[in-house]
């Protein structure tokens, strides 16, 4: 089941390297017909999501890889260095958008068979906003950050390009050749925004920030009722690695309970935790009444 998932999330990933080269295709011809510095950021953009679409399909591979001797925890943190790099590619192209923009403020010029670049543009548009709608879906479904960060970008890059079109076509109708090159600008600020975001919540997987707390109250209430027989669950920890989940805490349980009771507890503890999160790994310290110390989550 679990190779199953891996296989379809890395199938989506390869899928996702071929959208990117055509709509790159389609915005740089959009580009090459209007030569409007606004569709040139857009194109830019695109190049950027092409780097990404392939570290993303590389880091996704390397993720779904078994732990090793090396590796006793998985390869799941290969996908947020996959998103770190995808912030980084955004703010360079940012960068270069800008000063592709400053350029044509300073020498601003008549965008050349609009009508066509425009709609060549929109239809590109259109494809990333359909294939970015798909990787929310399914990132969300496989708890990928490696396919909720391209699918973030891509969203980015669809507001972001619904904004140039409507912007150029504007250029075409008043005559106001200075709206190009804002318009570069603009996008520029925005995909900035949008990569620093992606390496902020990159970072915080790598930092092995805890489960969101919606998440972690879930994570108590499974704990507290399938816990039957235990006296209290103390000192839960959590943290996200990729599509992983790793959850420990220490159970107290009567000193005179048997081994074999505290396991049948701890076994239906992790099956509704496991079923709940799907890959997750669970560690539970049992502990005696007499040694326990007594504070966290009552289990009834």
């Not at 912030?87 to 958008?97: D, F, N, P, Q, T």
């Not at 619904?162 to 600008?185: E, I, K, Q, S, Y």
């Not at 935790?273 to 966290?296: Q, S, W, Y």
């Amino acid at each position: 089941m679990a190779e199953t998932r891996a296989s379809r999330i890395e199938h989506i990933a390869g899928l996702s390297v071929g959208v990117a080269l055509l709509v790159l295709g389609l915005k740089a011809g959009a580009w090459w017909l209007t030569g409007s510095v606004a569709l040139f950021a857009d194109a830019l953009e695109s190049v950027v999501n092409v780097a990404a679409a392939v570290a993303a399909l590389l880091a996704i591979r390397l993720s779904a890889l078994p732990p090793d001797a090396n590796h006793p925890y998985g390869h799941a943190k290969a996908e947020y260095f996959s998103a770190v790099l995808e912030g980084a590619l955004i703010i360079v192209a940012a960068l270069l958008i800008l000063n592709e923009a400053w350029a044509a403020w300073q020498n601003p010029r008549a965008p050349d068979q609009a009508p066509l670049g425009l709609a060549v543009s929109a239809l590109a548009t259109g494809i990333n906003a359909a294939w970015a709608s798909l990787l929310f879906r399914r990132g969300r479904a496989a708890r990928s950050p490696a396919l909720l960060a391209d699918a973030r970008h891509l969203m980015a890059d669809v507001v972001t390009s619904a904004g140039v079109v409507v912007g150029v076509t504007l250029v075409v109708l008043t005559g106001v050749l200075w709206l190009d090159p804002l318009l570069a600008a603009l996008t520029a600020v925005n995909i900035l925004v949008s990569g620093w975001q992606l390496m902020r919540d990159s970072v915080g997987g790598l930092m092995d920030e805890a489960v969101p707390p919606d998440r972690l109250a879930r994570i108590r209430e499974l704990v507290n009722r399938h816990g039957v027989g235990a006296i209290e669950a103390h000192d839960i920890r959590t943290r996200a690695s990729g599509r992983y989940t790793f959850v420990e805490f220490h159970l107290v349980v009567p000193g005179d309970m048997t081994v074999t009771d505290a396991h049948a507890i701890c076994d239906s503890i992790e099956a509704a935790l496991k079923d709940e999160l799907g890959n997750a790994t669970i560690t539970i310290h049992v502990e005696p009444e007499g040694k326990a110390k007594h504070r966290g989550v009552l289990v009834l």
